[in-house]
């Protein structure tokens, strides 16, 4: 299987350690601000095109999000808005979660991702991975499901965002980066502290049935006195999502047994990257309080890992680190700054 990789965000200087703190290459390209229902549809991808005489659902490479596979709570949590329905769980600050998807649905997807690995293996498909750090996920939008994931953010997550994240949901969402990541004690185990290159973040667990360990753990948002601070960790239900800002700090935990699959949409508002408060989110970054908690520490980013941690495995293979937080002059009292490259062990 020949793997495509994204090349590295350019932005512009003063924004640089916010760059490396995401683990995304390339952020996918915004459209112009539209309001929610009227988000232009794709043309597909090489892939998609390469994929399409083989779907095994082609359902799921539809206009439209069918009914029948929104769970009900998703439904009733929809319909109430503004107000909160008690389906909609805050599980910490600024973290919520739902059951989102039915069990056929849930079905019908793992089969379908099951056949894609199996087809652009047999048939040498590019597949592109969501990011550097994860081997074996995939960027549905462009196997074709960009459309149907499109109609779901559209008509579902919007809605949800904008009462509850209404400053980074202004003016609707514009476009999103949709993905498959997948864990398995053979594979990829888990995934580093970061935040993400989205506004608004949709997590869904898809299963499979059966695995262990691999927990989401929140710590605060970037660029606070709290950000490197754990606040939660979030034990993951197949069918049911958690929706989160994101520019919070958080880590997939390492996996122990049977294999867990992930559908990841990333939101974006182009109102919202055009505003003020978002630059003005990205530009500031106060002091660190305090020392940061051990299940926060980031191998790629963090100055003062080895501080606390030997370098795991994955760390000591990958070709470079470039560690940036806590940004110079905002260290926390004590702070104290550690080998962090494996070209200096």
Not at 82 to 101: A, G
Not at 107 to 113: A, K, T
Not at 257 to 262: A, Q, S, V
Not at 272 to 301: G, I, K, M, W
Request: charge should be negative.
């Amino acid at each position: 299987m020949r793997t495509l990789l994204r090349r590295t965000i350019s932005y512009p200087a003063v924004f640089s350690f916010f760059a490396r703190s995401s683990f995304l290459f390339e952020r996918p390209q915004l459209t112009s601000a539209l309001s929610p229902r009227r988000f232009t549809m794709r043309r597909t991808s090489v892939t998609a095109d390469q994929y399409a005489p083989y779907r095994k659902h082609p359902q799921l490479f539809g206009d439209t999000f069918q009914d029948q596979w929104v769970h009900p709570d998703l439904k009733e949590i929809t319909q109430t808005l503004p107000k909160l329905s008690p389906k909609l769980k805050l599980e910490t600050d600024e973290v919520y979660s739902f059951d989102c998807f039915t069990p056929d649905f849930l079905d019908l997807f793992r089969e379908e991702l099951e056949h894609f690995y199996k087809i652009s293996e047999e048939k040498n498909i590019d597949v592109r991975r969501p990011n550097s750090m994860n081997n074996y996920g995939v960027v549905v939008n462009e196997i074709g499901m960009r459309n149907l994931l499109t109609d779901f953010q559209q008509r579902y997550l919007w809605p949800l965002a904008n009462v509850l994240f209404p400053l980074e949901s202004q003016g609707g969402f514009d476009d999103h980066h949709a993905f498959i990541v997948r864990y398995n004690a053979d594979e990829d185990l888990g995934l580093d502290m970061h935040i993400d290159d989205s506004d608004v973040t949709f997590n869904v667990c898809l299963g499979e049935p059966g695995y262990t360990g691999s927990g989401l753990t929140f710590c605060g948002n970037f660029g606070t006195s709290n950000h490197r601070i754990k606040t939660y960790k979030y034990p993951h239900q197949m069918g049911r999502a958690v929706f989160h800002l994101g520019h919070r700090r958080h880590g997939a935990d390492d996996i122990e047994t049977g294999t867990r699959i992930n559908l990841i949409i990333w939101n974006h508002s182009w109102s919202y990257r055009s505003s003020e408060a978002y630059r003005q989110r990205r530009h500031n970054y106060v002091d660190e309080a305090q020392a940061p908690s051990l299940e926060c520490l980031s191998y790629t980013h963090d100055r003062d890992f080895t501080h606390f941690r030997a370098l795991p495995k994955q760390a000591l293979e990958m070709d470079h680190l470039h560690p940036w937080c806590p940004p110079p002059g905002k260290e926390y009292p004590g702070y104290k700054h550690s080998i962090m490259s494996p070209d200096e062990l």
